[in-house]
């Protein structure tokens, strides 16, 4: 089959470069011009382990090519960031649709009967429906029906939440189960067919409103059960019991499984997505909305920490371990290590040195230091990713030192 696949970040490049390799003649579409020579020329544009070497020989088959504007095709996915607006900062926080919308309208002129349509951003309740409402309003030569209940349906639109993990993205590709949701359901049978080319998961069909609230919920739940872990640090913290101890003993109950507390939830998923949930039901999505508010207050927790700890010193170096918003990554954005490092310098209470294997020389505007530096200088350690290099550090060197572990890699 010929594909479109309009964005060509984490997902979509992933996503465009396992189909080239099954061979469909896929078209990979990015505002970007630069983007789109770095994927044409073979390379890649963000780090995620084995990508380079995928992307590289769907490149080399013919197979894949990318453009800044769509063509022609069978299928097209849309895989497009779909961030949240707040106007003012504690106003309601609204899913922005922008580039879904951009992305439907980049497409609509170019679409022929026929045709499929699948979303794989994750996206507010209604949004498949919502982009074929906008094509059946471009294109109304097309005959488009949004419910389904057009005898002449001629374009078919599904959902097909990602969810794969940042770090194992082409493993999980093709192992994980994929829910798919058809606005009809020829559409769904439609879009399983194409992914059952790549993914060996189990492919479930429902319609397009449960897809699209089943990857809302998916993340909701892991939100809410790492928010149940953060208020358990904070209260063991108070009660001077080792939070990390006491998960591992909890957990020894067949039917309980406490996930790891932390200096709160990173990434541009779990911590957007169950707004979207409280964006549709503010009334009802109670523990949701808490569970998020409960993560994002844990960065200011770990700050007050520091300071408490940092008053015993004239002048102290605070070395801050990690800055990615996970273990064994690269990925800086939306990360708690970030924020956090950058309200310690802003509030100069001390000196900042921060460490992030990952990355070279600087993060941004925070300059970084060899581990050995870090641990040479620093009166504090702030312990904020559980990367590898950190675990293995040998325990006589912290002996001085004051020690704050909000992932309990020295548990
Ligand atoms: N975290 C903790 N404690 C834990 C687990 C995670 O504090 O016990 C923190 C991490 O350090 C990180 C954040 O949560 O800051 C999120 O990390 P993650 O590994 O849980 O998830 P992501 O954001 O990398 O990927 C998630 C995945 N969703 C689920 O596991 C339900 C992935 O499958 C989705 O595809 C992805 O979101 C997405 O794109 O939606």
Redesign the pocket.
């Known amino acids: 089959q010929s594909i479109v696949v309009v964005g060509l970040g984490y ?1 979509g490049l992933p996503t465009a470069s396992i189909l080239a390799t099954k061979g469909h003649q896929v078209l990979g579409v990015d505002i970007s011009e630069e983007v789109v020579a770095t994927i044409n020329s073979g390379k890649i544009h963000i780090v995620e382990p084995d990508l380079d070497v995928l992307v590289r020989s769907a490149v080399n088959s013919g197979n894949l090519k990318a453009a800044c504007a769509p063509e022609q095709a069978d299928v097209f996915i849309i895989a497009v960031p779909t961030p949240f607006r707040q106007s003012v900062p504690g106003a309601e926080k609204t899913p922005d649709l922008s580039f879904i919308d951009a992305a439907t309208k980049a497409i609509a002129p170019v679409l022929r009967e026929g045709n499929l349509v699948i979303l794989e951003s ?1 996206s507010p309740v209604g949004t498949t429906e919502r982009i074929a409402a906008m094509v059946a309003e471009l294109r109304p030569d097309l005959g488009t029906s949004r419910t389904g209940a057009h005898p002449a349906l001629s374009v078919h639109f599904a959902h097909c939440p ?5 770090g194992h993205i082409i493993r ?1 590709l093709v192992d994980n189960d994929r829910i798919i949701g058809g606005v009809t359901r020829p559409a769904a049978e439609l879009a399983r067919d194409l992914y059952r080319s790549f993914c060996n998961g189990g492919i479930f069909l429902t319609d397009s409103k449960t897809a699209e609230m089943a ?1 809302l919920v ?2 909701s ?2 939100d809410v059960n ?1 928010a149940f ?2 208020e358990l640090s904070i209260i063991c913290d108070r009660l001077g019991i080792n939070v990390w101890e006491l998960i591992e003993l909890a957990n020894k109950h067949p039917r309980v499984n406490i ?4 200096p ?4 541009h ?2 911590a957007v ?1 169950p707004w979207f949930i409280v964006a549709a039901a503010p009334k009802e999505a109670r523990l949701i909305r808490t569970a998020r508010e409960v993560n994002d207050a844990k960065p200011h927790w770990v700050l007050e920490r520091v300071r408490a700890k940092a008053e015993r010193f004239r002048d102290p170096v605070i070395g801050c371990l990690g800055l990615a ?3 064994n990554i690269d990925d800086l954005r939306e990360s ?1 290590a970030l924020e956090i490092t950058r309200e310690l310098i802003a509030s100069g209470i001390g000196e900042v040195m921060a460490c992030e294997p990952n990355v070279e020389h600087q993060a941004g505007e925070i300059p970084l230091y060899s581990l050995e530096e870090v641990l040479r200088e620093a009166d504090i350690l702030l312990v904020l990713v559980d990367h590898d290099e950190f675990k293995e550090i040998d325990r006589e060197l912290l002996k001085e030192k004051v020690v704050i572990d909000t992932r309990g890699v020295w548990r």
């Open positions: 997902i994750t990602e969810r794969v993990l940042p999980e990857k998916e993340n739940s892991r790492i872990a953060n996930l790891q507390p932390g709160g939830v990173g990434g998923c779990i997505d918003f996970k273990a708690p």
